[in-house]
């Protein structure tokens, strides 16, 4: 029974590693498997020789004629007899086969092929011409005749042809960045194309002819026709080559034939994504795949960046792409996050909240969409940002809080805002006090969507732990993508130590917007305490002694701004951190402090040492190699966490420096010679208002062919 035990044994693993990993992870796993059964039969066979003068191939030969003698002894009379040669050969014929079907079987859960052989065969021999503008007829598109571009039918499907093997390969799904503007980590999801064998003569004829008996991947056969003249409207077939059944159909439509062949791309890529169980859930959406194509498009729009206006226009045409795509909520995930990141670089910060607050809905898995949520809550929560003038952001704001009522918090969050009187204190708002002056969020609201920040960010955190980690890797097929580069303990412990902090930043927002009776019982939990207390560590190795961090936990109403080194030097001596994300949650905790330290009248040396300390943690992030941003200033200067810094020049003047200095180093062609190269001024166009390319408050700057680079001071 010890025989069938093992048996039973290997191919339930066998079976396992066929269905929730790949056909390479199986093989692997099948020759390990038969080179260690291999050395156990043959040591077997030399512990129990058979024949006097053993050598290895008898002694495998012996250990496998044992093996079948203990596998059929339990349903055969009496004592069986050894296989012998014939019956060697039969069972490892079956054994063969019996791989081969597993093969086959492993087959049906991998994700298909692409054949992209058919494209424009065997098409309509003709086509409906479209209209031209002034009520004139083209030439029709066909075998013979060409279209208004000049182009024939057979050009045209070559054309088509091709923008579709370029534009298919570059349709991938790749690991959302943490901050806007950053680049992209692993490839998520991706479309693998058919190359068949190439091989001739002999080599290719052995092969293909191999290939007729061993198990091969799905493949799915494109054929793609252009049905009209103008090449606005494009009919794609997707069929299995094997069966030669139809699997999907659309006939696409766009502004243009590039904007076209990209939605033709989105659709099949959206139906091979739909087909592959290793891509998440929320990589894909619509069902005929127009926010892909338009994710597509979006990222070709790229211009040269001479000056931060370029960036600004580009970023704005992808934002006016994506948007049209993300209506409903069946837009992809990914997509709705992109397009989130986006809009805050654009300071659009209540609309970034939204479409992040709706994929927390829908996508609760989308961990760095989850962590990006209660950031956005955080930032929408500081006292110093302003709301949007008019009454379109309080119908944003409900609508925001309806879907985060939902499911996330428990209660009634109700719209609530103030705005500042003449002689400096706050009042409660109105609908129609937003439409005439900048409005925040009222204490209680803002407490409560503190209180939610700080859930999530609990569990983003509990889900980076290393069981969670490697469970969800192994368990989730479609997620392993997502999980298998935390294995590493430098990746994952780069993103767990900028949650540890995150939570730290929310826990100090909290503190600040406390009344003095109010009651902070969530502060004396244990593992609160403990969890904060590593998160004060990861900020010491950062930015510098954290005593003043513990300070404003434990009295926030005092002068906890005069709190000295020597209440907490040493125990946090030993924590280490290379994490980028945290050295900038660090840079956010101490603005969060210059600023509640300005307006509780501290003296100018502490404002200095806090500003040093955002600088320092800053350069940390700017000078990590591993570091996503792309653009460091450009978040910078549109966080509302820095807004308070940027406002107070007269005070955190080095804070200032340290931005224009890193604009330098982004865009070095305009301060090369103070101006950029390109005109940003359309001809008898009026001149610019006087305000930064950046977006932010007025500074003194120099004025460059239609941009302003700002000037030092």
Known sequence: ?????????????????????????????????????????????????????????????????????????????????????????????????????????????????????????????????????????????????????????????????????????TMEIRSPSILPGGTRANALASIAESSGVSGAGMVGAVFRFAGMFWPSPRLVGVRGWVESASAKRITVLLEDVKTGLPIATNTVAGDSFNETASMVAGYIARQIFAMDRTVPEWCYGVSDGRDLGAMQIARLQRAYAACPRDVADSRSEQIKILSASTGT???????????????????????????????????????????????????????????????????????????????????????????????????????????????????????????????????????????????????????????????????????????????????????????????????????????????????????????????????????WWAATASTGGSKYRRRTSDSWQAAYNTACVYAALADAARAGGAPVGVLRDLEGRVIASLRRVVGNPRSELERPSDWIDSDPDFRAMQDGRDIFGAFQEFLIGQMRQDYPVAFMSGECPVSHIPPEAPALPATTALGGSRRPSRRVRGTRVPSRG
Request: glycine fraction near 8%; aromatic fraction near 8%.
């Open 329 to 559: 909520v069946r837009t992809a995930g990914i997509i709705r996050y992109e397009l989130a990141q986006l809009l805050v670089l654009q300071r659009q910060h209540l609309e970034s909240l939204h479409l992040h607050a709706l994929n927390r809905e829908l996508h609760r898995r989308l961990y760095r969409g989850r962590y990006r949520f209660a950031m956005a809550l955080e930032m929408i929560a500081n006292p110093e940002h302003r709301l949007p003038d008019g009454e379109a952001s309080w119908d944003k704001l409900g609508q925001t809080l309806e879907i985060v009522r939902c499911g996330m918090a428990d209660g009634r969050l109700a719209v609530s805002t103030e705005y500042q009187r003449a002689d400096g204190s706050w009042s409660a708002a109105t609908r129609q006090d937003c439409a005439t002056q900048s409005v925040r969020l009222s204490r209680d609201l803002a407490m409560k969507l503190l209180a939610i920040a700080a859930r999530d960010l609990r569990e983003v955190r509990t889900q980076l732990d290393t069981w969670h980690v490697v469970r969800d890797a192994i368990l989730r097929r479609d997620e392993r993508a997502v999980w298998l580069p935390h294995w590493s303990q430098r990746h994952r412990r780069a993103f767990h130590d900028g949650v540890c902090v995150a939570e730290l930043l929310v826990a100090i927002r909290c503190r600040l917007a406390e009344s003095d009776d109010e009651d902070a019982t969530w502060l004396r939990q244990a593992r609160v305490r403990w969890h904060l207390r590593r998160a004060t560590g990861i900020t010491a190795c950062i930015a510098g002694d954290p005593a003043i961090i513990d300070a404003v936990l434990a009295d926030p109403h005092g002068e």
């Open 1 to 169: 029974m010890t025989v069938w035990g093992i048996l039973v044994a290997c191919a339930a693993a066998l079976g396992f590693i066929g269905f929730w990993f790949s056909l390479r992870s199986l093989r692997w796993f099948a020759g390990v498997t038969a080179f260690v059964v291999a050395i156990a039969i043959t040591r077997f066979g030399l512990t129990h020789p058979e024949y006097t003068s053993a050598n290895l191939v008898d002694s495998f030969l012996s250990g496998v004629d044992r093996v079948v003698i203990a596998l059929i002894y339990p349903i055969w009379r009496g004592l069986p007899p050894a296989p012998g040669v014939a019956g060697r050969w039969i069972i490892a014929v079956g054994l063969l086969l019996g791989y081969r079907e597993l093969e086959r079987w492993t087959l049906r859960w991998q994700a298909p092929e692409l054949d992209l052989s058919g494209i424009g065969r065997d098409g309509p021999t003709s086509a409906s011409a479209d209209s031209a503008g002034s009520g004139g007829s083209q030439a029709a598109l066909n075998g013979h005749g060409a279209a208004a571009d000049g182009l024939s039918a057979a050009q045209r499907r070559d054309q088509l042809a091709a923008e579709l093997r370029f534009r298919l390969p």
